[in-house]
């Protein structure tokens, strides 16, 4: 991409979202997954296919307070990570929709992101009802061939119900965020042009979020299942990321494109931001080390043992702030529940 194109995204960001970067927490409130996917982490925890182990859940009361600290360190967007946390939907629904009232009740003025795996049509209702306001759901691939080796078993195995969630997301009342998994295919432009495609067919995206898929560390004493990804078969560079960014900016010019800290934190912050209008802020992963009656500092969480790898760069907004570029301002401010972001 050349850099007349990535100056040309950034004028398409300044021009549709102005200077803020909005950022949101990340909390994982139940930290494990029912499907086989030769590149998650949690299947790394049990050496045999198909197997996903179980790290936990948050405690309610933690859960509780930590909404509340956010919520005074003025965080006004929180995303709440799920994954495919039970076979049967009805019970997958149950038990987000608990939390999804957790965190309605614990702040009531936020913005609610549920990211799990796609539901019935009911189950989006019932969440929406709850209080949850958008639903992220990643494609991840789009290739039906590379789709069927990724997504082994489980909820995700089901690729054509999945490219029908969004319309289902959509009909229930809510934003609807979607993604591919960076690094899983090689070709990435091809699944690009597919996903681009795809959107257009199901209404389009309000949130295109840019999860990178990286190398994961085997704990001591385990061995991955055959044909697992420890590595990506595709690394994404630095500069590579940023190409992806700028491309999905101008595929995307209305949607609130979402980055991440898995990779270099000074980079995303201060080079990305220029394109996309929001990105991770707190991250809470569930990783043991987490200390329980605080907010943890700089950099703290970081788990091998799962995708989960992002640099957290604390509470703080200021600290972030001295890493955006001039003419990007971080904004934790929300102008009403239920309405767009921006």
Known sequence: M??????????????????ALRLHSVIYPIDFCTSGCTYCGLSTLLAKEGAHGVRGAMRPATFDWLIRE???????????VFGTVAEDQDLLTKRIVRWVERARAAHPESYLI?????????GYHRLKDAGADAIWTFMEVMSPDIYSQKHRSGLKADQAQRLQAPQRIRNA???VGNALLWGLVPDWKAELEQFV??????????????PVQQTITLPQGTSAPEGFDIDPPLTISLDLYLE?????????????LVANTRLD????????????DMCNGYVWTGARSHPAEQLVSIGHIKSDTTQMNFHNPGADATAIQQICPPGVTVDLSFDGRRTAIG
């Open 265 to 276: 934190p000074d980079f995303v912050y201060g080079k990305v931001s220029e394109i996309t």
């Open 173 to 175: 009342g809510l934003a």
């Open 244 to 256: 992806i960014c700028a491309h999905l900016r101008l595929a995307f010019p209305d949607a609130h």
């Open 70 to 80: 956010l919520a005074d360190a003025g965080y006004q967007i929180h995303e709440l």
């Open 2 to 19: 050349t850099s007349s194109n990535i100056e040309q995204a950034r004028r398409i960001r300044t021009k549709n979202f102005g200077n």
């Open 114 to 122: 549920v990211n799990c795996d796609t539901l019935h049509q009911d």
């Open 197 to 210: 495609a795809w959107s257009k067919e199901v209404g389009g995206f309000d949130f295109v979020a840019t």
